[in-house]
T-cell receptor, first 110, second 116 residues
Framework: KQEVTQIPAALSVPEGENLVLNCSFT??????LQWFRQDPGKGLTSLLL?????REQTSGRLNASLDKSSGRSTLYIAASQPGDSATYLC?????????FGQGTELSVKP | EAGVAQSPRYKIIEKRQSVAFWCNPI?????LYWYQQILGQGPKLLIQ????????DSQLPKDRFSAERLKGVDSTLKIQPAKLEDSAVYLC??????????????FGPGTRLTVL
């Protein structure tokens, strides 16, 4: 049974710092891995999707990497801003299903 | 393009009462999903529809939860009777098709349910 774990559960950083969020999964037979952002009271917004054949994806200040063999993914956020404050969720897909981690709550202080 | 719509946004009920949530997916999306997100956890899939047929309801507590998508468009999720542990955000998502290779899912804003 696939399990997805995210560490840390919460993170607080000062504005301008570069930071890394971690995601690990137990079964490497995934179709792809996706990072989402969730703002309080809102739904999920897809940030980056990495197909299983890819190693990383970039969008603006965000870079996500995938290492299937070790069952790990990281989301790197460069030059963090207060507007980046949100909960970040990773999810893996297999058999058409999304299986989520519990999320990392990020707070960027001005 | 309009996104996934859900209503109501918030609902507070007493335990043992019933409640229903509504979802309207993005136009043309064949697959519709209902997720339950308990505070501090990631969303968990409750049920997946392909058009008006159920693809996966293995994690739906069928003794109290039911869902339908009669015309293959909008969907309702019902809880009867509600328990305290049903307090959560209920997210609806849709995708073009979810049967073969993965299609990106688009999420609605969710309905926050509080059971007292």
């Amino acid at each position: 049974k696939q399990e997805v774990t995210q560490i840390p559960a919460a993170l607080s950083v000062p504005e301008g710092e570069n930071l890394v969020l971690n995601c690990s999964f137990t079964d490497s037979a995934i179709y792809n891995l996706q990072w989402f952002r969730q703002d309080p009271g809102k739904g999920l917004t897809s940030l980056l999707l990495i197909q299983s054949s890819q190693r990383e994806q970039t969008s603006g200040r965000l870079n996500a990497s995938l290492d299937k063999s070790s069952g790990r993914s990281t989301l790197y956020i460069a030059a963090s801003q207060p507007g980046d404050s949100a909960t970040y969720l990773c999810a893996v897909t297999g058999g058409g299903k999304l299986i989520f981690g519990q999320g990392t709550e990020l707070s960027v202080k001005p | 393009e309009a996104g996934v719509a859900q209503s109501p946004r918030y609902k507070i009920i007493e335990k043992r009462q019933s409640v229903a949530f509504w979802c309207n997916p993005i136009s043309g999306h064949a697959t519709l999903y209902w997720y339950q997100q308990i505070l501090g956890q990631g969303p968990k899939l409750l049920i997946q529809f392909q058009n008006n047929g159920v693809v996966d309801d293995s994690q739906l507590p069928k003794d109290r939860f039911s869902a339908e998508r009669l015309k293959g468009v909008d969907s309702t999720l019902k809880i009867q009777p509600a328990k305290l542990e049903d307090s959560a955000v209920y997210l609806c998502a849709s995708s073009l098709s979810g049967l073969s290779s993965y299609n990106e899912q688009f999420f609605g804003p969710g309905t926050r349910l509080t059971v007292l």
